[in-house]
Antibody
Framework: EVRLVESGGGLVQPGGSLRLSCAAS????????MNWVRQAPGKGLEWVAN????????YYVDSVKGRFTISRDNAKNSLFLQMNSLRPEDTAVYYC??????WGQGTLVTVSS | EIVLTQSPGTLSLSPGERATLSCRAS???????LAWFQQKPGQAPRLLIY???SRATGIPDRFSGSGSGTDFTLTISRLEPEDFAVYYC?????????FGQGTKVEIK
C-alpha cells in the first residue's frame, strides 16, 4: 500500500522559509516521479512541482520558480520542498503525491504576520 | 500547459441517480494519464481513477472512468449518500501537471 506522510508545515512570517518533508513507503520510491501539490483555503488543487526518479528533471509552477526547491533522497525514501521568500498567497495545505496513486494527508503552511 | 476544463461546475442529483462528470483537455493527454479524485470537506483528495479508466484500490465499481485524448468522463452509476463531494480531474502525462477546477456533486 502506498503511504505518504508529510511534515514540516507551520506558521511563518512573510519572507520566511520552511522545509517540508515527505516519507514514502509501500512502493519502490526510486522508480517514480513525485509531486508536491497544494490547496489554498477554500480553493482548488494546484500542482506545485515535480521531480524525476533520479532527480535529473525538475519542473515548477511559475508562481514558485526561484523561491521553492524540490529534492529527493532515494536512499531514505524521502521527498522535500524547500520554500523560501514565502508570501501570504503560499498559505495552503501541501500534499506529497505520487502521480496516479494515493496522496498523503497534507501539511498546513500558513504565511502571516 | 494543458488546461483541463470540468463541467458542469455543480451537479444537483438525488441518491440513486446517475452522475456524469466531464473533463476536457486543451490538448491530448499523453498516455491517457488522467486521474480522478474525490474530496470531502476537511479531507485530503482520494484517488478514484488513474490511467483514465483504472479504478484505484478499494474504490466501488459504481465509479468508472472513460475517454481518451482530450475528452474524459467520470460516471457514478448510482449515487450513494457518501458520494456527494467535489471531484477533480488531473493530467499527469506531461509537466506542468494540471488540475481541473472541480465539479461539486450536491444533493438535490
Amino acid at each position: 500500500e502506498v503511504r505518504l506522510v508529510e511534515s514540516g508545515g507551520g506558521l511563518v512570517q512573510p519572507g520566511g522559509s520552511l522545509r517540508l518533508s515527505c516519507a514514502a513507503s509501500g512502493f519502490t520510491f526510486s522508480s517514480y516521479w513525485m509531486n508536491w501539490v497544494r490547496q489554498a483555503p477554500g480553493k482548488g488543487l494546484e500542482w506545485v512541482a515535480n521531480i524525476k526518479p533520479d532527480g535529473s528533471e525538475i519542473y515548477y509552477v511559475d508562481s514558485v520558480k526561484g523561491r521553492f526547491t524540490i529534492s529527493r533522497d532515494n536512499a531514505k525514501n524521502s521527498l522535500f520542498l524547500q520554500m523560501n521568500s514565502l508570501r501570504p498567497e503560499d498559505t495552503a495545505v501541501y500534499y506529497c503525491a505520487r502521480p496516479g496513486a494515493s496522496w498523503g494527508q497534507g501539511t498546513l503552511v500558513t504565511v502571516s504576520s | 500547459e494543458i488546461v483541463l476544463t470540468q463541467s458542469p461546475g455543480t451537479l444537483s442529483l438525488s441518491p440513486g441517480e446517475r452522475a456524469t462528470l466531464s473533463c476536457r483537455a486543451s490538448q491530448s493527454v499523453n498516455g491517457n494519464y488522467l486521474a480522478w479524485f474525490q474530496q470531502k470537506p476537511g479531507q485530503a483528495p482520494r484517488l478514484l481513477i488513474y490511467g483514465a479508466s483504472s479504478r484505484a484500490t478499494g474504490i466501488p465499481d459504481r465509479f468508472s472512468g472513460s475517454g481518451s485524448g482530450t475528452d474524459f468522463t467520470l460516471t457514478i452509476s448510482r449515487l450513494e449518500p457518501e458520494d456527494f463531494a467535489v471531484y477533480y480531474c488531473q493530467q499527469y502525462g506531461s509537466s506542468p501537471q494540471t488540475f481541473g477546477q472541480g465539479t461539486k456533486v450536491e444533493i438535490k
